[in-house]
């Protein structure tokens, strides 16, 4: 957690060129009106901004950038704020630059399967234009009726359907980016590669820290013929876990597969009742899509495979209407954890399926030890685990053991080959453990790349990538030989 | 030999050449030497550093050395049901992995599958610097850091030299079919599109010699039903073409004098062009074959590419020494270069492989 600093005040001058950029209303300079801004998606880190400013043109965003750049005023963009790693979080002397206004859909061309959309545009509004046509922009993260576009171009966000169609990076077309000086680039295009490296994919998930995101073409599927669903009960942790790597070792890639584990289970079911097996250890959603014939040749083969791996039941959605209810459990799992504790505190790790049935059982281990408790539902298929710390930020110590718990899971992910983070990204939150996953050399590397960006360190500084010195004395302080290459295995 | 000596051989050769101040030039099979800019440096072969390192079907990630043979990995993948479902072209007997990740190029399946990039998930290189780093991992879901295994791949070994690469794999489908009619490459563009707006288990298409070819691979069940859904009759000749069309080995590549690839939003227009054209991809992929010589100036395909918002690129017959690629803005070719010194401020990777201005700018 970061200990909020007094937000500075803006600079006159600064601030009445700003008042030329923008009309009135686009500039938020009131504390009380800057406090809706001074968090993201994780509410421990607070910071209230200097001072807010919500373009709705891509030109003022340009002037806007320009003018810090030439005061070396610090810049966060913000899209919806449902980011869950404090990427968002402002700087006490720096600007909050929200793109929620820019939200146009500009063009929608079924013929070429393509959206360009301005970086405000909701995740689902995109989907919903599209929908009269027959397609659909695949990513789907659980936020997505409020998550922007340009949120999920800085985080490379997932969703349940990555498996089978892929993350942000790999439905995007071309991203317009203002670089902190405001030169524009286009990055990518309509055709199916480019000239030159590869910037469109060194900016997916790059956190706001190497430009900022005003223009993206996405790519749009047509919606699959048929979607089918199967949830599967087990009284074991660890065979659901197998069944995972059984499914996939069977040739099969369901558009989602998803695991609950039972305290979960109970928790959505007891919020929105619809028919979750709250007897089991642990429950499997597995989708397939395609055609007719295919979906339900592979809907039989689903559940042999799911009853061969021990489960002692298999439920089949027999409609639209049920099937929507099935992922309607899943998709409300963070109200569901809100009912049953004050706080709660959602990880991302992501770990080879293989070693799911370990982690999860190592995450229990740790949660008993730190006196909380741990749910979990996650993507299964993609080996990204959303550990739910359960706690309460009222009683003295619980928030601070439950970071602490955060931060040993992480290490436990990285320990078994995996990553700190799958879709959530960096942010302020794990940039310790990014001292644990990358050694010096590399954090240097990505801070070159950082720098031939933002020379002067301008866009979101302090998120995403630790800075050695800053390493040096986290692995001093937490017992790591300093300088230890962390990942020295070779 | 071992994972440490054999990549520590290779960072001493480089940290060598740097205190030498000599130029390299990392290469492994030799299969696409054709392409690119022509580079002056001494070869840096990655071919003895080769093996699997990893292979886990159940994960359906691989990891190799940079200078294991494209075939040996297919060939296992192959025996274990799977593939890499972004075919890439071999060009050659001796083709490495590292080759492919660094030329970026893939096969007939690209508009239907995704691109290397897509299936790239970690990587080991040797900077500029001599470093030894490590990006990514083994894992399909991953956003600690900077994508820089995704910035590498199709980088041309102009940043780095890659040293392992971990990919996403897949399995092969449990039924495969292509079917042909034949069409003017208009109508099978129009065709091509259409298909393209429809859920239907296409993975590759292609309009060759007035013939439109498409392939269906997936269930059984599916194939057999868009089969009746697109017509045509079924080619019994479809796996000897798609790999013909992949190599290069069709006879319109073979008799071509210069090669060129134009990489396009599908919906573009075709416009007459001076040679034989080859379209790929859904019609994003656009060969001209010119067979006499060097009668089109190379401006006039970047002016079109740029004009309908895509590049072009010399792909094969260009004069030893010119440019290649689409030239960038000069916004972009500027970070193009800022990055270059961000990985290799000597310039000792392949110096102006991609883009040669003068030696202190190419890339
Ligand atoms: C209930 C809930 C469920 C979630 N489920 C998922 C899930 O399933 N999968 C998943 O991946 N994530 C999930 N998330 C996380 C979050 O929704 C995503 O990270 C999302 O992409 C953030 O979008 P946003 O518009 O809210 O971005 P913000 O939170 O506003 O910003 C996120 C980051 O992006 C940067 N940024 C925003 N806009 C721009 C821009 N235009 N240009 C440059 N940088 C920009 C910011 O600086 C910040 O670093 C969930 C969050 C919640 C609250």
Redesign the pocket.
Known sequence: MTRTKHAQTCDPVLLSVLQKILPDDAIVTTEEERRVYEC??LPMFRQLPMLVVLPDTTGQVREILQLCHAHKVPV?????????SA??TPLADGIVLS?ARLNAILDLDPQACTARVQ?GVRNLAISEAADPHGLYYAPD???QI???I??????N????HCLKYGLTVHNILEIHLLLMDGTLLILGSSALDQAGYDLMALTIGS??LL????EVVVKLLPKPVLAKVAMAAFDDVSKAANAVGEIIAAGLIPAGLEMMDGPSIRAVEDYVRVGYPVEAAAMLLCEMDGNQVEVESQMVRIEDLLKGCGATSVKIAADEAERAKFWLGRKSA?PAAGRISPDYYCMDGTVPRRKLAQVLEGTAQLAEEFQLTVTNIFHAGDGNLHPLILFDANKPGELKRAEDLGAQILLLCIEVGGTITG???V?LEKIQQMCVQFNTEELEQMHRVKEAFDPLQLL?PG?AVPRPRHCAEYRLASGMKSGEDPHAKD | MPRTNCSQALQEQILQALSEQKTLQPCGGHSKDFYGRTVNGEKLSCAGHRGILNYEPKELVLTAKSGTPLQEIEAILAERGQMLAFEPPHFGPGTTLGGVVAAGLAGPARAYRGSVRDYVLGVRVINGHGQILHFGGEVIKNVAGYDISRLLTGSLGTLALLLEVSLKVLPLPEAETTISMSCDSTTALQHMLTWSRQALPITATAWYRDQLYCRLSGERSAVHDAISLIGGDENTDGSIFWTALREQTLPAFTASKRLWRLSVPPTTLLREESGEVILEWGGALRWCCENRHLIIDKTDYWDYAKTVGGHATCFRGAKPGTEVFQPLPSELLALHQRLKLAFDPKSLFNPGHLYGTTAATGL
């Open positions: 993201d998606g966060v963009a913000r899209g919806a704020g449902t980011g869950l990427g968002a793109l970086p993260p659980s936020s409020a998550c922007t340009g949120g999920n171009v800085a985080e966000s997932g969703g349940v956190e706001g430009g900022v995101v005003v963070f879709e959530h990204g942010g979101n998120k």
